[in-house]
C-alpha cells in the first residue's frame, strides 16, 4: 500500500495573521508543496477563524491539483461551508477556542453520537469522503466503524511527546489500532505532533495510507525552503516503506 502525504500549511496562515496582512500566502504555498511532492494539502477552518479564511479555502479549491483536505468541527456553519465547497476530503476534530493545537481525538461516545452522524450523513449527502482524527484506542476504532467514516485519523501526538520506552509503547499503541481499523474495513490515517526524527516509525506501519504533516515542514521550510522540506518529508515516509 503507497503511503500520501498531506501537507497541514495552516502555520503559513498563522504567520500571516499576526500581521493581519496578505502575506505568506497560504494559497501560494500549497503550489510550491505540490511541487515538493505532497499528494494533497490539509487546512482546519476553525469557527474562530484564527488562521486559515473562508477566501483561503474558496481559492485552495480551484488551484489545487491533487486534493484538499479540510478539518473542521461538526458545527452547522462549517459543515455548510465544506458541503459547498465539497472538499476531496473532511476530517471532523474536536476543536476549542483556548487551544493553541488539537489536544486529542474526538469523543465518539454516545453523548456525541447524534452529531457524529448528522455530521457525517451531510457530507456524505454532498459527495464529500469523511474521517473522524481519534485517539488509537480499541473502543473508540469500533465506535467511528459504527459511525460509517470512511477513514480515521488516528492522534499521534503521546507518541510523538513520548521518549524512551513510553515512546515504544505508544507505536506499538498505534500499530494495534491500525491494524483493528484494517480489519473493521476503514481506511488508517495518522499525524500530530509528526516531525523529521520521529515520523520514520509511523511511515512504516503496514496499515496507515495518509500522513497528515504540518508544523515541522513549515517550520523546516523557514530555513530550507518550503518545496524542499516537502520533498524532505516525503522521501522519509517513502523509503520507511520498501516497494513491493
Excluded at 61 to 84: D, H, K, Q
Excluded at 141 to 163: F, M, P, Q, V, W
Amino acid at each position: 500500500m503507497n503511503m500520501r502525504l498531506f501537507v497541514n500549511i495552516d502555520h503559513v496562515a498563522t504567520v500571516r495573521q499576526v500581521r493581519r496582512t496578505d502575506e505568506p500566502d497560504p494559497v501560494r504555498a500549497a503550489v510550491l508543496v505540490e511541487l515538493g511532492g505532497a499528494d494533497g494539502i490539509t487546512v482546519h477552518l476553525r469557527e474562530d477563524r484564527r488562521h486559515i479564511q473562508d477566501r483561503d479555502v474558496r481559492l485552495l479549491m480551484e488551484t489545487v491539483r491533487t486534493g484538499v483536505n479540510l478539518e473542521l468541527a461538526a458545527s452547522s456553519e462549517i459543515l455548510a461551508l465544506a458541503c459547498e465547497w465539497r472538499p476531496k476530503q473532511a476530517t471532523l476534530v474536536p476543536e476549542k477556542r483556548q487551544e493553541i493545537t488539537t489536544e486529542g481525538g474526538l469523543d465518539v461516545s454516545r453523548a456525541s453520537r447524534k452529531a457524529l452522524v448528522g455530521a457525517v450523513e451531510r457530507l456524505r449527502s454532498a459527495g464529500v469522503r469523511t474521517s473522524l482524527f481519534i485517539d488509537p484506542k480499541a473502543d473508540t476504532i469500533k465506535a467511528s466503524a459504527d459511525l460509517g467514516a470512511d477513514a480515521i485519523e488516528l492522534h499521534t501526538g503521546e507518541y510523538a511527546n513520548a521518549r524512551g520506552e513510553e515512546r515504544r509503547e505508544q507505536l506499538a499503541r498505534l500499530n494495534r489500532g491500525a491494524s483493528l481499523a484494517r480489519k473493521l474495513s476503514i481506511d488508517v490515517h495518522a499525524g500530530h505532533g509528526l516531525t523529521y526524527e520521529n515520523v520514520t516509525p509511523v511511515a512504516a506501519i503496514p496499515e496507515i495510507e495518509e500522513l497528515n504533516i504540518g508544523h515541522s515542514i513549515v517550520s523546516r521550510a523557514v530555513f530550507t525552503g518550503l518545496e524542499a522540506a516537502v520533498r524532505e518529508m516525503a522521501t522519509l515516509i517513502r523509503r520507511a516503506r520498501p516497494p513491493r
